[in-house]
Every structure is written in structure tokens, then in C-alpha cells.
């Protein structure tokens, strides 16, 4: 199944801990990240490490908010930091081989921290190419996204090949157009918008060199996995950090997951299953993790969930769960 087939049957996610990596760098390099976060109406739950994965444009929204309040050329550097000292040195391990074979393996890690994105290589019009298989639309959002992604690629090139001033003599993006600062990083690259891909060309000769080799990182693979277990198990996933803060309406769920209300009521509705099902089940998921797995009074969880009050939040939780949160809690313990 190709990644457009793919995409048609799940909610695409990417992992949380990616956001956090970007978050701390920002925090470093001085900037307001909890205006950010605010502004992309991103789930404050993520933060304090209570998920694993977010859904895809949750994540592309704060990309986009990051990149309109540190501009281009910030941006661009925040990628660059993050691919070079947080991101790629997780897969590198030491040892020497050719370039392919140490690709086939980072690549197999990466591709293992998003659902459906996959980067490989291909031959294209005679030239060799690393090529992101992933459909972006041309929208504010997905522009920085795709942005971070060519560093990703270039940087990965770089680090393998020891060559931190090497530049690909083409550059494909998908977006309508880039700008000047953008185009600065990556001086002598040819960049070609609204192409049909994200790739870069890269040299034959380099493709067969020797480079670093990465270790065995087995561990790495099956900790960053996403299973693609259908359309509702991910929608569940993706919804998961933002129910938690209170109701949250379909209208409000439906672009979360690149859906009309139509088309998301549509889906579930052949899956057998209704939103306000879905709804209830993780609001019970929050409220049992909240008051039997934490040690925070109810006030303060009842704040955290969106009630106004204890009392609202504790009628509330015995209407789910049949008990108090006081007679709950200590039950479990």
C-alpha cells in the first residue's frame, strides 16, 4: 500500500516527543514557547510527556505558529539545531560503509516515527534522488513543515559524508515558493517549487562512497513504531491530548485530522462507532488516569479537565464511573 493509499485509511500521527525536542530548543534560544502553544491551540498535556504521539496537523499548526514568530531565517536555524544535535545523531553509532546501505538503515528509524511518511532513494530522470513520499498541500501550515524536512534530508547527507558545506545540486519542494532566507542555507542548490515531491539530488559518486555506519539500533525502532491499527484507533490517538482539557466538538476534531465534519461523521459512521462515543470513552480513560494514577486533588484536576469547579467535575466523574473520585481513589489504592 503507497503512503496516498495509506493516508485515506488512517489519521496521521507523529510522535510527541519530536515537538518536546523543538520546544526545549526554543526554550534555549530564549523565545516565548507558551505563547507558541497557545497561539497553535497546542494541547498542554503533550508538554508534561502524557502522550507518545500528536496528530499530524496538530503538530504541522505549531510548526507553522513557531515559524511566523522567529521568521525564515530562525526557523532555519531551529532546524538545523535540531537535526544536527538532537534528531540524526540518534541514529548514528559509528563504522564505515556505502552510503546506501547506511541510509536503508537511519531511514528505516525514521520512517518508523511517522505513520505513513516514507524517505527513500530513486532514480529520477537520470539522477539519483532522496525523496520524501508525502503529499503537502500548499497551505501556510504545511510549508514549514516540508521546510524542516529538506533540512532533515541535507543535514542527513551531511553528517554521513563528513562534509557540513555540502549542498545538493538540486533541491524539489512542493510548495508554490520559498524565500530568500530559506534559499541562503543552501547556496548553489537549484530549488524547484510546485514540483509533484520533496527531494534532493544527490551525486552518484556519493551515493556509492564509504560513510558512517550506523549501529544496530533495534531498541530505538521498536520504541519509536506507530502502528497503523485503522482509521478509529488513530483518530482516538490523535483526539486523546486534547479531550483531556475539556469537550471537545467535532467541528473542533474535524480539521484536526485534515476532515470535513462530513467526511470524519462519514468514516466513523462505517466504522460502526459515534463520536460522541469515542468522546466518552477517553474522557473516562482521563478521569480514572487523573484521579487513581496521580496524586493531584480534584480541584486541580477538575481545572485540568475544563470543569469550572470540583463539584461540577466530581457529578461528572460519578455519572461515568457510578462512583465519587474520592471513593474511586481510594479503591485503588
Known sequence: ??????????????????????????????????????????????????????????????????GRRIGISGFSTLSKIFCNEVYIPRFID???????????????????????QRVKLRQLAGHVWLVQEKKYVNSETQVYAEQLVVTFLIELIRILSDNNRWNPGAISMQCSDVSDSFSSFFSGSKIFCSRSVTAIQIPTDLVMANV????????????????????????????????????????????????????????????GVS????????????????????????????????YSDGAHFSRAFKKLMGLTPKQYRAQQH
Open 1 to 66: 500500500m503507497d503512503s496516498d493509499e495509506l493516508e485515506k485509511k488512517i489519521v496521521p500521527l507523529a510522535r510527541a516527543d519530536i515537538a518536546l525536542d523543538i520546544i526545549t530548543i526554543l526554550r534555549q534560544m530564549g523565545e516565548d514557547v507558551y505563547g507558541m502553544v497557545e497561539e497553535a491551540e497546542f494541547p498542554l498535556s503533550v508538554l508534561e510527556r502524557q502522550h507518545t504521539v500528536i496528530s499530524e496537523e496538530a503538530w504541522h499548526l505549531l510548526l507553522a505558529v513557531i
Open 94 to 116: 559509528g563504522g564505515q560503509g556505502c552510503l546506501t546501505q547506511v541510509l536503508e538503515e537511519v531511514l528505516d528509524i525514521s520512517n518508523s516515527l511517522s505513520v505513513y
Open 275 to 306: 463520536y460522541s462515543t469515542i468522546v466518552e470513552e477517553l474522557l473516562r480513560e482521563q478521569m480514572k488516569m487523573q484521579v487513581g494514577e496521580t496524586e493531584r486533588t480534584f480541584t486541580e484536576i477538575s481545572m485540568l479537565m475544563g
Open 212 to 271: 558512517t555506519l550506523l549501529g544496530s539500533r533495534e531498541w530505538l525502532i521498536d520504541r519509536a513504531r506507530i502502528r497503523t491499527e485503522g482509521f478509529v484507533a488513530n483518530f482516538r490517538l490523535a483526539l486523546k491530548p486534547f479531550v483531556g482539557a475539556g469537550r471537545f466538538s467535532i467541528k473542533q476534531a474535524a480539521p484536526l485530522v485534515g476532515l470535513s465534519v462530513r467526511s470524519l461523521q462519514r468514516k466513523l459512521d462505517a466504522e
